[in-house]
C-alpha cells in the first residue's frame, strides 16, 4: 500500500499557477494516480488522474516522472474559488483489488 | 453523468439510537461503494468496502457491529450507525465505483451525511 507525501498547506495569490507536488515512492506497477479536490462539508471531486507523463484536462495538468515516485499537480490561474483541500491518491483502482490511502491532503489557500 | 447522492444531508439523534444513511448511484450501476468518515480539519478514514451482494470488507479498528453496512443494489448502499454515541458525531461521506473505465478508476463521492448525537 504506498503512502503519500504532501505539503499541508499553500499560499497562492489569484490568478497564478499553483503546483502541489505528492510524494510516492512505493507506488507499485499498477497503480494510476488520482487527485481530488474538497471543498468544506462536501464530498471530494475528482479532478485528474494519470499513469505516466503528463495528462491535461479542462481545470488542471498532472506530471509524473519516469519513475513515478511523486506526482505534481497544477493549476493554472488559480482563483478564490479554487480554496480547497487538495488529495493525492495511488492505486484506487479494481487492478490493485481497491487498495488505496488518502493522506493528509494539502489545504490551498487563495489569496486576493 | 456519475451521480452520487445521500441521504440525509444531516441528522441529529439523541445518544443510544440508530442512524441509517443511504448511498445511492444515480446514474450508473455501482460494483464497489466505499464508506468514510471525516473529523474537523482531517483527511478522509476509510470505513469500509462494499461490494454489492456481499459482505462488507471493514478497516481496522471499525466495529462491524457498530458501523452496518449493507450493499443491497447496485445502485443502493446503506450505511446504519447502531446506538449512537456523541463520539460517532461526524461528517459520513460514501463513494462509488463503476464496472468499466472510466467509472471503474475514479470514486464518485456523495455529499456527505452530517451526523450529530446528543
Known amino acids: 500500500l504506498a503512502k503519500t507525501t504532501q505539503p499541508i498547506s499553500m499560499d497562492s495569490y489569484e490568478g497564478q499557477e499553483v503546483n502541489i507536488t505528492c510524494s510516492h515512492n512505493?507506488?507499485?506497477?499498477?497503480?494510476?494516480i488520482t487527485w481530488y479536490q474538497q471543498f468544506p462539508s462536501q464530498g471530494p471531486r475528482f479532478i485528474i488522474q494519470?499513469?505516466?507523463t503528463k495528462v491535461t484536462n479542462e481545470v488542471a495538468s498532472l506530471f509524473i516522472p519516469a519513475d513515478r515516485k511523486s506526482s505534481t499537480l497544477s493549476l493554472p490561474r488559480v482563483s478564490l474559488s479554487d480554496t480547497a483541500v487538495y488529495y493525492c491518491?495511488?492505486?484506487?483502482?479494481?487492478?490493485?483489488?481497491?487498495?488505496?490511502?488518502f493522506g493528509t491532503g494539502t489545504s490551498l489557500t487563495v489569496i486576493p | 453523468g456519475a451521480v452520487v447522492s445521500q441521504h440525509p444531508s444531516w441528522v441529529i439523534c439523541k445518544s443510544g439510537t440508530s442512524v441509517k444513511i443511504e448511498c445511492r448511484s444515480l446514474?450508473?450501476?455501482?460494483?464497489?461503494m466505499f464508506w468514510y468518515r471525516q473529523f474537523p480539519k482531517q483527511s478522509l478514514m476509510l470505513m469500509a468496502t462494499?461490494?454489492?451482494?456481499?459482505?462488507?470488507?471493514?478497516e481496522q479498528g471499525v466495529e462491524k457491529d457498530k458501523f452496518l453496512i449493507n450493499h443491497a443494489s447496485l445502485t443502493l448502499s446503506t450505511l446504519t450507525v447502531t446506538s449512537a454515541h456523541p463520539e460517532d458525531s461526524s461528517f459520513y461521506i460514501c463513494?462509488?465505483?463503476?464496472?468499466?473505465?472510466?467509472?471503474?478508476?475514479?470514486?464518485?463521492f456523495g455529499p456527505g451525511t452530517r451526523l450529530t448525537v446528543t
Open positions: 463513494s462509488a465505483r463503476g464496472y468499466e473505465p472510466p467509472k471503474a478508476y475514479e470514486q464518485y
Open positions: 512505493n507506488i507499485a506497477t499498477n497503480d494510476y
Open positions: 494519470g499513469y505516466k
Open positions: 491518491l495511488v492505486g484506487d483502482s479494481p487492478n490493485t483489488g481497491n487498495q488505496f490511502y
Open positions: 446514474d450508473f450501476q455501482a460494483t464497489t
Open positions: 462494499s461490494n454489492e451482494g456481499s459482505k462488507a470488507t471493514y
